[in-house]
């Protein structure tokens, strides 16, 4: 049985699942989210899909205040980098939280359902991330 394809529309279609998956080499093991064809540490182009956890600390965030159009009734909003449980990064907006209350170093999840927007074009699957 052949896997799905290490697409960025794979990975979104994933998370329309509730799954946050990412590709791991099958050469070195190296992790790579979002998923790539080309593994940064060896060159391999094989990998397999892997589920990782959402959950985090914020390594570092920024509030926006000027927003684009479709985010504007937001605003003010931050948006971070969660250093996820296995070391990878991810960028995602911070809801649930007042942005004055956001501290480096707190445990945030990843949450699939409470984060759309209306938007016209791309129709992506969206996520943030919430306070645990």
Not at 21 to 26: E, N, S, V
Not at 36 to 64: M, Y
Not at 101 to 114: P, S
């Amino acid at each position: 049985m052949s896997q799905p394809p290490f697409t960025i529309e794979q990975f979104y279609k994933y998370l329309t699942e509730g799954k946050l998956m990412a590709g791991r080499c099958h050469n070195c093991g190296k992790i790579h989210l979002p998923p790539r064809p080309l593994c940064d540490n060896c060159f391999h182009q094989e990998f397999e899909w892997t589920e990782i956890s959402g959950k985090g600390k914020l390594a570092t965030f920024t509030v926006i205040h000027i927003a684009p159009q479709q985010f504007q009734a937001m605003a003010p909003y931050a948006v971070g980098i969660v250093e996820l449980e296995n070391g990878l990064k991810l960028p995602g907006m911070i809801l649930g939280v007042a942005p004055e209350q956001l501290k480096i170093g707190m445990d945030l999840t990843i949450d699939f359902g409470t984060c759309s927007t209306a938007q016209a074009w791309p129709q992506w699957p969206r996520y943030c991330f919430k306070p645990v």
